[in-house]
């Protein structure tokens, strides 16, 4: 029970700390709905209406992965500047426990860009909001912000001995958003991306959430989702103790 109230605590004051960033606002909040507009625009001048749904939902996911990412760096990143990381590090829990509140944090934000982006678009574009699954949508979703969550955990993880946090993170938006599909089908790609998007939880989250919305089989999709997500705490764990070991030995824990 200490443990979960660790990561209930942290998971508060990380979105508290993040609502008030102008920065992270955008790129949860404006971010998306630029991109949905965009997406629909250009699947209207190709007149394919019966998409836009489909557009709007990946545009939705597109946010939700930015507001991952971004949040998860930046995290490490502002408690480096502002001295509290090497504190975070030394405390008698395991550091893990309080990036995953803050990685959690992170992704529920996300849950904005989705509900945000969708609304948007009916109201702006009337895309219907009718789901197939209404049932299993509200399932899908929950367990694609957790496992997009568990892999901004495993980023994470790597900032803390990366430092150039901010460049990384925008290294790894736009491959990211190609490879899972999230606007254009990864069939459209070269063969070798599809094995790497299978290891992707963006990837199976869209399926999962567009199957449930538009008709198909959500299951499979939420259930790779989930054990994606149970894969990326145990890498993170792993991860989190290696960099911090080497940032230790190398005294580079607190250089910004």
Known sequence: MSILRLVAIA???????????????????????VFATIATYMFRAGHRPGTLLYTSLGAALMGTWSATL????????????????????????????????????????????????????????????????????????????????????????????????????????????LASGLLVPVSLLPRWVEPLSWLLAPTWGVRAIRAAALGGDPVAAVATAAALGCAYVVLGALLVRHFERLARERATLALA
Do not use: D
Request: net charge positive; aromatic share 12%; charged share 5%.
């Open 11 to 33: 998971w508060l004051v990380n979105l508290k700390s993040l609502t008030r960033s102008a920065f992270f606002s955008f790129t949860a909040v404006i971010q998306p709905i």
């Open 70 to 177: 971004f949040g998860s760096g930046g995290a490490i990143a502002w408690q480096r500047f502002q001295g509290t990381l090497e504190l975070l590090v030394a405390s008698p829990r395991p550091f893990l426990v309080v990036m995953a509140g803050q990685t959690l944090a992170t992704a529920t934000l996300g849950v904005y860009s989705l509900a945000g982006t969708l609304l948007w678009g009916r109201l702006l574009f009337g895309i219907p909001l009718s789901l197939v699954h209404p049932v299993l949508f509200v399932v899908a979703v929950p367990v694609t912000i957790l496992a997009l969550g568990m892999l901004g955990l495993v980023l994470a993880s790597t900032f803390v001995l990366y430092r150039n946090t901010t460049a990384f993170s925008n290294l790894l938006e736009y491959p990211v958003w």
